[in-house]
């Protein structure tokens, strides 16, 4: 008597950002049904420019998206230059594909989640395994990491084989997959976000041309003793992002720690980088918008298992943005979560799901935790980094982000050299 067919393997993956609809691409496969949980209504997603580094590009390019990426009009970027305030150049890093093998794409933040979203839930045939299922406003309220269920804030209990927290910095798994509640830190800096439009920069004669060329592919930082601007094109040159560090001590105005989208003060910026060329200055008058946030990341967890639940991305290692690692490390979790289920047996037990969630967390944790180190680090470059500082330089650290290929190969290469 032949055998039955196995039941499909059920995922559920708490958070419908980029981190958790890469994660459902990823793991979209035969027998396999997968169900994303946002609590938010996917009604409009933050207006902001958003890198990925070679390492989430390579990671992207090998799961057959093109098509949906497309529509989303990504810069790759050629090179990243660093200016002090009297418009020298103290840095240039030169970024070309045959480097890292992919390119650093920069994507508008709404058109990256909205190709992405696409790509999950387009039906069986145009990727690989059944569609994907997104519930929006269906947040999580509790969860039994053993178990494997999630108690939404309508009171519902869905149960699954794998549980994965993809649910951000504010995560509501995170508490119960380390056992205590633990907080995101402030680290003593906000930034000011704006996103200009480039033909209304277009009139400003001010802007010096060997530094500001508004439609270059080229991410540009401007370095003064405490603040930072970092800014360049995106949308196919269509818009232009600027992001302006600021230490909370220098604040003109109050930053926001429960959201990244407050609504800030032109004046107050202006004011706070008074110090700065006017030419900047100029840059930001003409935002019809500003926003400002206080910049949080967390210390690195115990651990970011239990059962049959994984923390990925932000929940596990939010970082700040100074390396611009956040979503590309969210994609490698993607990455290797894909890898080691893929070694699971038909319906597998909660055994078997904690030792592949097991392997994916010893694959990450230390590059995951070392880069987010190095991003904390790197915000306030001036300041003394104490004991276990990471000392590689920014061109060296380069190539330990971007050089990555994936977690098994990775696990390999540090195998070789122990």
């Known amino acids: 008597m032949g055998s039955s067919t196995p039941r499909d393997t059920h995922i559920l993956i708490v958070g419908g950002g980029i981190g958790g609809l ?14 994303v949980l946002e609590k938010s209504r996917m009604l409009r997603e933050t ?13 992207i390019d090998s799961w057959g998206i093109d098509s949906f990426l497309a529509g989303c009009k990504p810069m790759a970027d050629k090179a990243f230059r660093i200016f002090n305030t ?70 519902e209990t869905l149960t699954a ?6 649910d951000g910095i504010r995560s509501a798994i995170r508490q119960h997959v380390i056992g205590e509640q633990r907080d995101s830190v402030p680290t003593g800096l906000s930034a000011y976000r704006l996103l200009l439009k480039t033909a209304d920069l277009a009139d400003l004669t001010t802007l010096p041309a060997d530094i500001v060329d508004i ?31 600021v230490p909370d001590v220098s604040l003109h105005e109050t930053s926001a720690s429960d959201s990244w989208v407050a609504e800030a003060k032109l004046d107050a910026l202006l004011a706070s980088y008074g110090d700065f060329p006017g030419w900047a200055r100029d840059i930001f008058s003409k935002a019809d918008d500003v926003s400002l946030w ?3 990341d967390l210390d690195p967890l115990s651990t970011w298992v239990k059962g049959r639940t994984i923390l ?22 993607a990455e290797a979560l894909a890898a080691y289920v ?69 696990v390999k290469q540090q195998a070789n050299k122990s």
């Open 342 to 410: 893929a070694d699971l047996p038909a319906e597998p037990t909660k055994e078997d799901v904690a030792r592949a969630l097991g392997h994916v967390f010893n694959a990450r944790y230390e590059r995951a935790s070392l880069i987010q180190k190095y991003s904390r680090q790197q915000a306030r470059p001036g300041a003394d980094a104490g004991t276990g500082a990471v000392t590689l330089n920014p061109g060296q650290f380069l190539q330990y982000n971007c050089k990555y290929t994936g977690a098994k190969d990775w």
């Open 47 to 59: 207006g902001a420019l958003i890198s990925l580094q070679p390492n989430a590009t390579k990671i």
């Open 215 to 245: 439609k270059d592919p080229v991410t540009t930082m401007i370095v003064g003793p405490d603040k930072r601007i970092i800014m360049g094109p995106g949308r196919d040159g269509e818009l232009y992002g600027v992001v302006a560090l």
């Open 161 to 166: 084989d794998i549980v994965v927290g993809a």
């Open 312 to 333: 990925i991305g932000d929940a596990a290692h939010a970082m700040l943005p100074t390396q611009g690692q956040g979503a590309s490390q969210a994609v490698e979790d």
């Open 86 to 155: 009297e418009g020298r150049m103290v840095n240039e890093i030169k970024l070309d594909r045959s480097m890292f093998g992919a390119d650093r794409v920069l994507y508008h933040r709404q058109d990256l989640h909205n190709a992405l979203l696409k790509a999950a839930t387009s039906p069986e045939g145009a990727l690989k395994g059944q569609h994907v299922t997104v519930r929006t406003g269906c947040g999580a309220a509790a969860c039994d990491p053993e178990a494997g269920t999630v108690t939404t804030t309508d009171g």
């Open 22 to 35: 890469a994660t459902a691409i990823a793991l979209r496969g035969p027998g396999r049904q997968i169900t």
């Open 294 to 296: 206080q910049m949080r």
